[in-house]
């Protein structure tokens, strides 16, 4: 059975830095894309970050450009998130999940998702 387990979130202030862990489990998943998302309440889940299963490819949304940087440990099988000078309007519940095809910033291309981390920055 496949898992994704998101951990990491919390409450930060404004500017402040959070690391995102994706432990993923049932197969190994060294030879597939996969990214994160995020949704705030009453909003859309919002593309944030995503590599191809080559790593050559990395895309980030522009809202996060600069100041958050994803990763994978493929001996691990996991995957992390390096969130810094956050802010407020980064505030949602942050998922990793594992892509099927297509584009990677569409989240509907995405075939296995965890639970989701939440993350708070107050100002």
């Known amino acids: 059975q496949v898992q994704l387990v998101e951990s990491g979130g919390g409450l930060v202030q404004a500017g402040g830095s959070l690391r995102l862990s994706c432990k993923a489990s049932?197969?190994?998943?060294?030879?597939?894309?996969m990214g994160w998302f995020r949704q705030a309440p009453g909003k859309e889940r919002e593309f944030v970050a995503a590599?191809?299963?080559?790593?050559?490819?990395?895309y980030y949304a522009d809202s996060v450009k600069g100041r958050f940087t994803i990763s994978r440990d493929n001996a691990k099988n996991t995957m992390y998130l390096q969130m810094n000078s956050l802010k407020p309007e980064d505030t949602a519940v942050y998922y990793c999940?594992?892509?099927?095809?297509?584009?990677?910033?569409?989240?509907?291309?995405?075939?296995?998702w965890g639970q989701g981390t939440q993350v708070t920055v107050s100002s």
């Open positions: 999940a594992v892509q099927s095809d297509g584009s990677l910033s569409n989240y509907r291309q995405y075939k296995y």
């Open positions: 590599f191809s299963w080559s790593g050559r490819a990395i």
């Open positions: 049932g197969r190994t998943f060294s030879t597939d894309s």
